[in-house]
């Protein structure tokens, strides 16, 4: 089932998204569970400059799975997420395409 990740960053994110050692966790994190995404990348504000939060799209079981997979992430257990909201997504267009 897929599950939308939305997460704001923790006050302080700035620092830790500074962190080489940190983002470098989290990208190999992400890789680990790149089967699982569908779709992730980084919240901007509107000048397209500033991180605000990011964007996950994965595919689990369900949304305590879903939540599983968003805690088990370095960056999370530093505290760069302030809030998180999952739902579940009901694809009906996905990478340009149809979806039944």
């Known amino acids: ?9 923790a006050p302080g ?13 989290h990208w190999d994190y992400e890789l680990s569970i790149k089967h699982r995404i569908l779709a992730a990348g980084r919240l901007r504000s509107d000048d397209g400059l500033t991180p605000t939060g990011s964007l996950l799209l994965v595919g689990a079981d369900s949304r305590d799975a879903a939540m599983a997979l968003i805690r088990a992430d370095p960056a999370t257990a530093a505290g760069l997420r302030g809030s998180i909201t ?6 009906a267009i996905l990478d340009r395409q149809e979806v039944d």
């Open 1 to 9: 089932m897929p599950w939308l990740i939305l997460s704001e960053d």
């Open 13 to 25: 994110a700035a620092r830790l998204r500074a962190d080489a050692v940190l983002m470098a966790a």
């Open 86 to 91: 999952i739902r579940y997504w009901n694809a």
